[in-house]
C-alpha cells in the first residue's frame, strides 16, 4: 500500500512540474487566460497533492499508534523496526509532498499574475507593492496616529500594556516615538496580485496616481485616495456586478482605517474603482475584500487578502 | 475659580521657573541637532502651516465682506434669547478664543469644554466628537442650542433682517419673505458668515517657532531655556505626545479614547460613535442641500466610518497651540493644570466601562508614560512655549462695534 502511494505522489509532482515549465516556456506567445488556464491546472494539482499529503501524514501517525500499541504487546523486533521505518518514510513523503504542493502552487501565482498582466494591460499600471510617499512635510521615520497596544482592561492588566518604542535614525540624533512594533511575519507577501481564500477569484489592487504609468506606486499618509481593483476567475474571466466589502486593520494595533472605503464604479467588466482609501498610520495593514457574485465558476462568497506595508 | 486658576497657573510660573532655569547659555541650546533633527522639528512650526484647506460646502469661504460681516455676528449678543450671549462669550479672543471654564456656559452650563477657534478653519470636523462636517454648520448649533444663544432660525432670520439686511443681501442677494426656506437659508448664510470670519483668525510665531527659526538660521536669537528643549525632545520621544499631537497644529485631527475621567458616569459620553450618526443625518452637511458641495467634493462625509469599536468614547486631538493657556482640559473640563494631564498620561487608568452604557469595551489609546517629576516639570515648560501673543492688533481678534 505504502508504495502505491509512493508512486501515486511522484506522478502528480512530475505531472505539475512538466505543465509549470511549458507553460513558463509559452508565456511570452500566449494570451493571458491560456496562462491563467494553466495556472488554474496547476493549482488543481497543487490541491491534489495538498489532500495527499495529508492523508500521508495521517497514515503515518496511525501508524506510529499502532507501534506504539505493538510494543505493549510484545511484537517481535523485526516487525516492529520495519513499522519504524514505513511511519518514518510515510512523514517524510508527506512533508515532500507538502513542499511540492507549495512550490506548485508559488508556480500558478506567478502565472496567474503573469497572465492578468498581459489579459489587463490597459488597467494595471502599478505590479510593484504600495509604498507611502514620503514627501518633505512627511514626519520622517517617525510617528503614526497613536500608540494602541490594548482595548482598556482591568486596571490590574497596566502592567501588561507595553512601553511606547523609541527610535532613532541614523541622520538625527534625537530618539522619537514611535508606535508600539507590529509583529509581521518576515516573509509575508506584499505582493498586489492574490488568489483568494478558496482560490476562486484572482485579483489585483493598485492605487490610482496622478502620475504617469511609470512612475511609483505611491500612497500619501492622510490623504483620501483612490484603488483600483481588477478581478477575475481564476480562468482570467473578469468578475462582474460583484458586491465587495472592504476591510482594513492593522493587526496589534486593535483598530482600521478612519474611513470607510468601497467600490464606487464599476468602469470595465471587472475593473472596480474602490473610493475612500485613508491610511492614519504607517506600518502593516491588512485589506480583506469579500467578494460576492454570480460566476460560472462559482457563487460562493470568498476572500482576497492583501498585506501593505506602508 | 477661573482667576484663582490663572493666579494660580501664573505663581507657579513665577516661583518653579526661576528654579528650574539652567545656567546653560540660551545660544547653545540644540548645538548637537542635526540637519535632519531640525527639518524633523520645523515640522511643527507655523511656517509650515498650509494655506488654509478649500471649502467647496461654504461658496463665501474666501469673501472677505462675509468675513467682515461675520465678525460682527461673532461679537453680536443680539443673536441671543437673553441677548447677553454671544460667539464671543465663550470664544473670548483673550483666552485665545476659549472662557477659562471647564465647561462651556452661555444661557446655562453645556456638556463639553469650549475648544478654541484657533486652529479650527484646518479641521476636517468640528466640535470634540467631530458631529459636524464644517464650520459653517457647527456656527449654527449654538445659535439655537437652549443652553448657548437659546435663539431660534425664525429670529436669526428677524435680526438680520432688521439690523444687517443691507450687508447680507450685498453678499447673499435677496433675503427674501419669511417663508421656512427663506429663514432656514438665512440661519445658513449667517453660518457661512461665520466660518469665512473664524478662518482669518491666525496665529503668532511661539517662542517654539522662533527657537526652530533660531536653530535653523542659526543667526536668530533665541532664548529657549535647557529645562525647555528637554521637554521638546521628551515631547518628541520617551512621553509619545507627537504619536497624535503632529504637525504644525499639533494635531492630527483624528479621534482617539485617551481615558480621560468619566465626566458622568449615569449618563456615558460615546463621543464619535454618536457623533457619527449625528453627522450622517445632520441636515446641514456636506452633502445636504444647504451644502455648496458637489457630492464628490464630500468624501469624508461619503467614506465615513459609521461602526468601529475604536469610535466609542473617543474625541478628536485638540490642537496644543496655545494650551498652557486654554486650561482646563479634556473634553468636559476634567482636568484642571496641565500638571492633571501630564499626571493622566503618567498613568492612565483604562477608560471606564459599563456595559450597559458601551456598546463594546472602549479601545484604550494610551500606555503609560514613566516620567519622573523632573521630566513632568521639563514637559509642561516645553508646552508653555507653544503659547503665542494674544493678537492685540491685528483687527481680527477684536470686537468691530
Wanted: with cysteine; hydrophobic share 35%.
Amino acid at each position: 500500500m505504502i508504495k502505491y502511494l509512493f508512486f501515486g505522489v511522484l506522478f502528480f509532482a512530475s505531472h505539475g512540474f512538466a505543465q509549470a515549465n511549458t507553460s513558463s516556456q509559452v508565456a511570452l506567445q500566449s494570451n493571458g487566460k491560456m496562462l491563467m488556464a494553466s495556472a488554474s491546472r496547476l493549482i488543481d494539482a497543487s490541491e491534489k497533492l495538498k489532500q495527499e499529503a495529508k492523508q500521508t501524514i495521517s497514515q503515518s501517525h496511525q501508524l506510529r499508534k499502532r507501534i506504539q500499541k505493538n510494543q505493549q504487546q510484545g511484537i517481535p523486533n523485526k516487525v516492529l523496526k520495519q513499522r519504524i521505518a514505513d511511519s518514518k518514510m510515510l512523514q517524510q513523503l508527506g512533508s515532500r509532498l507538502r513542499q511540492q504542493a507549495q512550490k506548485l502552487s508559488e508556480e500558478a501565482l506567478l502565472l496567474l499574475r503573469q497572465g492578468l498582466i498581459i489579459e489587463q494591460q490597459h488597467w494595471i499600471q502599478h505590479t510593484t507593492p504600495f509604498r507611502l510617499n514620503m514627501g518633505a512635510n512627511t514626519i520622517r521615520k517617525s510617528v503614526g496616529a497613536h500608540n494602541t497596544v490594548a482595548r482598556s482592561a482591568h486596571p490590574k492588566m497596566e502592567k501588561l500594556i507595553a512601553l511606547p518604542t523609541l527610535q532613532q535614525a541614523d541622520d538625527m540624533s534625537m530618539t522619537l516615538a514611535s508606535p508600539p512594533p507590529q509583529k509581521m511575519p518576515d516573509n509575508i507577501d506584499l505582493g498586489t496580485f492574490q488568489l483568494s481564500r478558496n482560490k476562486t477569484y484572482f485579483a489585483h489592487i493598485e492605487a490610482e496616481t496622478e502620475h504617469k504609468p511609470s512612475s511609483a506606486h505611491l500612497v500619501q499618509l492622510n490623504t483620501m485616495h483612490t484603488w483600483r481593483l481588477i478581478l477575475t476567475t481564476r480562468l482570467g474571466e473578469p468578475v462582474q456586478n460583484a458586491e465587495i466589502t472592504f476591510n482594513g486593520t492593522m493587526p496589534g494595533h486593535v483598530h482600521g482605517l478612519p474611513t470607510q472605503p468601497r467600490v464606487t464604479k464599476e468602469k470595465a467588466p471587472g475593473v472596480y474603482e474602490i473610493s475612500g482609501v485613508k491610511f492614519q498610520m504607517r506600518g502593516w495593514w491588512v485589506i480583506d475584500l469579500t467578494v460576492e457574485a454570480n460566476t460560472t465558476y462559482s457563487q460562493k462568497p470568498d476572500t482576497l487578502r492583501f498585506n501593505l506595508h506602508l | 475659580m477661573k482667576t484663582c486658576l490663572h493666579a494660580l497657573i501664573f505663581t507657579s510660573v513665577i516661583i518653579v521657573f526661576p528654579l528650574l532655569m539652567p545656567t546653560v547659555k540660551a545660544a547653545g541650546i540644540g548645538d548637537e541637532l542635526t540637519t535632519q533633527d531640525i527639518h524633523f522639528l520645523e515640522s511643527f512650526t507655523l511656517s509650515k502651516l498650509p494655506p488654509l484647506p478649500a471649502s467647496p460646502s461654504n461658496l463665501y469661504a474666501d469673501n472677505m465682506d462675509a468675513a467682515r460681516l461675520g465678525q460682527i455676528f461673532f461679537f453680536d449678543a443680539g443673536f441671543s434669547k437673553n441677548k447677553k450671549v454671544a460667539c464671543a462669550t465663550c470664544h473670548q479672543p483673550k483666552h485665545y478664543f476659549t472662557d477659562g471654564l471647564p465647561r462651556g456656559f452661555g444661557i446655562a452650563q453645556t456638556k463639553r469644554n469650549t475648544l478654541s477657534l484657533l486652529s479650527a478653519a484646518y479641521s476636517p470636523w468640528q466640535y470634540w466628537d467631530g458631529r459636524k462636517d464644517s464650520l459653517w454648520a457647527q456656527a449654527l448649533e449654538p445659535l439655537v442650542d437652549k443652553k448657548e444663544q437659546g435663539f431660534s432660525r425664525d429670529q436669526v432670520y428677524k435680526r438680520v433682517q432688521k439690523q444687517y439686511r443691507k450687508d447680507y443681501e450685498a453678499i447673499f442677494g435677496d433675503i427674501g419673505k419669511a417663508t421656512p426656506s427663506s429663514v432656514t437659508r438665512v440661519f445658513v448664510n449667517v453660518g457661512k458668515a461665520l466660518m469665512t470670519y473664524q478662518r482669518q483668525l491666525k496665529l503668532q510665531p511661539a517662542r517654539f517657532d522662533i527657537f526652530v527659526e533660531a536653530l535653523k538660521t542659526k543667526e536668530a536669537v533665541s532664548d529657549y531655556s535647557q529645562t525647555e528643549f528637554n521637554g521638546l525632545k521628551l515631547f518628541m520621544g520617551k512621553a509619545a505626545c507627537v504619536s497624535c499631537h503632529n504637525g504644525p497644529l499639533f494635531t492630527n485631527f483624528e479621534f482617539h479614547n485617551v481615558g480621560a475621567p468619566e465626566p458622568n458616569k449615569q449618563e456615558v459620553d460615546l463621543g464619535r460613535y454618536t457623533a457619527v450618526e449625528t453627522l450622517r443625518t445632520d441636515e446641514f452637511n456636506c452633502l445636504s442641500v444647504w451644502s455648496d458641495a458637489k457630492k464628490q467634493q464630500c468624501e469624508e462625509i461619503d467614506f465615513l466610518k459609521a461602526q468601529a469599536p475604536e469610535l466609542v468614547g473617543a474625541f478628536k486631538t485638540p490642537s496644543l497651540r496655545n494650551v498652557a493657556a486654554t486650561g482646563p482640559y479634556m473634553q468636559a473640563g476634567q482636568l484642571a493644570t496641565l500638571e492633571a494631564v501630564i499626571d493622566h498620561y503618567n498613568k492612565p487608568l483604562p477608560p471606564y466601562y459599563d456595559p450597559k452604557q458601551h456598546p463594546n469595551r472602549p479601545h484604550f489609546d494610551v500606555l503609560p508614560l514613566m516620567l519622573s517629576n523632573v521630566e513632568k516639570k521639563e514637559l509642561i515648560a516645553f508646552l508653555r512655549t507653544l503659547t503665542s501673543a494674544i493678537s492685540d492688533d491685528d483687527p481680527w481678534w477684536k470686537d468691530p462695534s
